[in-house]
């Protein structure tokens, strides 16, 4: 593998994502887990570690991490432990957080992604060392109030997965990519709702450098990284300012740092602790995890075909390239609204070529997900079934993809999609000229008007021929068949 260097330098980076489970209370009490509510709305006794209050384990939280260790390859701990990480929490009024520590319940596995280098895509993969159960802290408020903090305990005991990898990623492109294929799969598999604006799904990075060969170099951990482009921009920041320290002879020390948006900088906001630190040791209040086989297999009946099998599929039973089939797996969405396009035209690749392409494009640019997307899949298998049998060419798609995008017809059904398609088609007059006598006397015109073009294409040059094409489709007004006009013209200057 060549590893890229910057100034001279290898970067090396570790990921612990906190998934917040999509669970509708929290993991060791009935309270709710629902977004918005008022401060100190949603925390009950068990919260707040009044006295003689008991934490019972919530069963849909270890179904979600069964899923994701199913999903990623991983082991499914058949007995897993709680422990007490202690630590001063302002906002955890126990002052400890019940995590999992010495055996996990998620142990191994692996993320496997895309990545562009170059004109090449080439899969990168990063392993796992653990994914563990824990609760959340609640929030801490300091801009709201003149000379003190308020604490908001909604978020305190609602469900987390930490997700651990080794350090096996090499660059911030990694960095990124890694981290939208976890998304996705959480998001996939429907045990978190993937909001990051809202702290569903927050990721710290692990960031060092060293020269090559060295050992590994000392680490600072960025947290909360709510957005990708916030990921990017820190990453960047904090490898730079790594190797100008070193390089100005200081020694990084391991921190937790934060990054700010607003300067695009990440600042130290406290010495990084390691396991010794927290004091951890066995929850006495919680028995073992203890997960069946049966479990296991019944939770795994239930999950929907995951995105590495669709895409599997999608190579064998519709002939994409293996780079087509990751892409349009990037959500279930999408993987669906390419199956009902593929079978509606009958052209899986071409239904493939627009996904990726002109629809991609109109959702980036309109900041739209593929549930408001303006063109429907029957639409566009009917559009591109026009295009193979040759009723419309490419240029001409082009602009029924904009009348159907601009809501020339919103039919769902594949009969009628087709006849609003045909009925775009018909009124702006972009059918084809497939009448090989009108396209004869058209290229018979052309011929006799350009003897220059004619006697160089029958001395060699091709691009003699290429200019009478264009001659023919500008005759034609653009609604000649290309192919046809090729094989025609080749013959009568034959």
Known sequence: MTVKLINGYEVVIGFETHTQLATNSKIFSRASTAFGAEPNTQ???????????????????????????????????????????????????????????????????????????????????????????????????????????????????????????????RSTAEAVAYAKELHKIVTWIGICDGNMQEGSFRCDANVSVRKPGQPLGTRREIKNLNSFRNMQIAIDYEILWQIEQIEDGHKIQQATVLFNPDTGETRAMRTKEDAADYRYFPDPDLPPLVVAPEWVERVKAEMPELPRAMAARFVESYGLPEYDATTLTQSQAMAAYFEDAAKACNQPKLASNWIMGEISRRLNTEEIGMDAVKVTSAQLGAMIARISDGTISNNAARTVFEALWNGEGQNTEVAAAAASVDAVIEAKGLKQMNDSGALEAIIDEVIAANPGNVEQYRAGKDKAFNALVGQVMKASKGKANPGQVNELLKAKLA
Do not use: W
Not at 44 to 72: F, H, Y
Not at 136 to 148: C, M
């Open 43 to 169: 925390a009950c006794p068990v919260d707040l570690a009044l006295p003689g209050t008991l934490p019972v384990m919530n069963k849909k939280a270890v179904e979600c991490a069964i899923k994701l260790g199913l999903s990623l390859g991983s082991t499914i701990a058949p007995r897993s432990i709680f422990a007490r990480k202690n630590y001063f929490y302002p906002d955890l009024p126990k002052g400890y957080q019940i995590s999992q520590f010495e055996i996990p319940v998620v142990q191994g596995g692996e993320v496997s992604f895309y990545l562009e280098e170059g004109k090449n895509n080439v899969l990168k993969t990063v392993r796992l060392v653990r994914a563990h159960l824990e609760e959340d802290a609640g929030k801490s408020v300091h801009d709201e109030f003149i000379g003190q903090s308020g604490i908001d305990l909604n978020r305190a005991g609602t469900p987390l997965l930490e997700i651990v990898t080794e350090p096996d990623i």
